[in-house]
């Protein structure tokens, strides 16, 4: 990147200059680092990238996302290792009433006792309390908190009990869906995709080049 202005920060335990206005990731390539693993979306969407910093002066370690977190002077910085966390096997179709089984699935849930280890989300979702709407089996709550999760895992490298919050609710999630009807309008999609009602389209989008896709993908005016 060309830019005048440095900063110096602590990345991966050693002192080093880079450009301002980087993002942890880029200043970790900017520094020869070969960082693949940990790096996906680059967008904050897949929550590969999550890192511990302690900010200049900073009493606490934060957590967030290595492609969100911009450098600034004295950021003491690493990338946390992916953390192994229980999935468990289900399969959804063949359950009657799935969340009647979530004590099955995941009994650890219930050994929760609320200590809120897990609220460290960097996307700011109250972990602790999705945990305990689910215990409580109030289950909307539970997945209204959770629907900007990014399945980083953050939150189940805190938990003394061993609980992957980002499972559990995700299987709440599923359950849940399951219960409702399905969408109309998802429905109709899937089966246009199904009779293959775009595939010529899509086939001639495939070949196009820039320019050609620009044309295409350029809103109508007025539209
Ligand atoms: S690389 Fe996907 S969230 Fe950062």
Same mark, same amino acid.
């Given at each position: 990147?060309?830019?005048?202005?440095?900063?110096?920060?602590e990345l991966e335990g050693r002192k080093i200059r880079v450009p301002e206005g980087l993002t942890v990731i880029e200043a970790l390539w900017d520094t020869g680092h070969d960082v693949k693993r940990g790096v996906g979306c680059l967008s904050g969407l897949c929550g590969a990238c999550t890192v511990a910093y302690?900010? &200049?002066?900073?009493?606490k370690v934060k957590f967030g996302l290595g492609c969100h977190k911009v450098v600034e002077d004295g950021l003491n910085v690493i990338m946390l290792p992916y953390f192994p966390a229980r999935l468990a096997r289900y399969l959804l179709e063949s359950m009657e009433n799935p969340l009647m089984q979530l004590a099955e699935i995941y009994p650890e849930l219930y050994t929760c006792n609320d200590c809120k280890a897990c609220n460290i989300c960097p996307e700011w979702i109250n972990v602790a309390g999705v945990m305990?709407?689910? &215990?409580d089996a109030d289950y909307e709550t539970?997945?209204?908190?959770?629907?900007?999760?990014?399945?980083?895992?953050l939150c189940a490298s805190r938990c003394p009990k061993g609980i992957a919050p980002q499972h559990v609710?995700?299987?709440i999630q599923r359950a849940l869906a399951k219960e409702r009807a399905f969408p109309p309008n998802l429905q109709k999609r899937l089966d246009q995709l199904g009779s293959h009602q775009f595939t010529a389209?899509?086939?001639?989008i495939a070949t196009m080049g820039d320019e050609e896709l620009e044309v295409k993908c350029r809103r109508p005016e007025g539209a």
């Open positions: 990147m060309n830019n005048s202005k440095t900063v110096t920060i302690l900010e &200049k002066e900073g009493r305990k709407a689910a &215990k539970a997945t209204g908190h959770i629907m900007d999760c990014i399945m980083c895992g609710a995700l299987f389209e899509w086939d001639s």
